[in-house]
């Protein structure tokens, strides 16, 4: 599966770390979003309070 370096933004289909820098890798795909979701409220709220804390951060 395809992955993203967090670091350098560089893709590989390496699971370790990226070989280009040695940074983490996540998966460069956004999660399925339903509505159906019995989550949904919970995965809203996180990602809101992450926002905030982003924003303030930036203060």
Do not use: Q, V, W
Request: with cysteine; aromatic share 6%; proline share 8%.
């Amino acid at each position: 599966m395809l992955k993203k370096c967090t670091k350098c933004g560089n893709y590989t289909i390496s699971d370790e770390k990226c070989p280009k820098c040695g940074g983490a890798l996540k998966d460069p795909h956004p999660p399925k979003f339903s509505l159906n979701d019995p989550f949904l409220e919970i995965k809203l709220r996180a990602i809101i309070l992450s926002k905030k804390k982003e924003k303030e951060a930036k203060l």
